[in-house]
């Protein structure tokens, strides 16, 4: 399985890349939204774990423009924890939603 994370925490996006390597998936990172849109529409991928405050493109944005081409399934991990925040992220496309800080 290949997983796309866009993340802009470094230390975060490489333990993410790190555990899920060592469970025996393929993992390509991306560390701001401009360059995760341009992986996720050009690359194959099984699942999209994304950021929702990144720069460049913030998760949103990078969602919406990936939702015109892919049904890829999305996973959004934030540090926005609202219910208003949550909702706004499903409504926009994403399958799921986990907020940080979270157990590996």
């Given at each position: 399985m290949k997983i796309l994370?866009?993340?802009d925490e470094i230390k975060l996006a490489e333990y993410l890349r790190k555990g899920l390597t060592e469970e025996g998936f393929v993992v390509d990172v991306a560390n701001n939204g401009v360059d995760?849109?341009?992986l996720?529409?050009?690359g194959k991928y099984d699942v999209i774990v994304l950021d929702r405050m990144l720069p460049g493109i913030d998760g949103l944005g990078v969602l919406a423009a990936l939702r015109q081409s892919r049904q890829t399934p999305?996973?959004?991990l934030t540090?926005?924890?609202r219910v208003e925040d949550?909702?706004?992220g499903l409504q926009s496309g994403a399958d799921d939603y986990l907020v940080?800080?979270?157990a590996f």
């Open positions: 994370v866009i993340e995760g849109l341009h996720a529409v050009e999305v996973l959004m540090a926005l924890s949550r909702v706004s940080k800080p979270f």
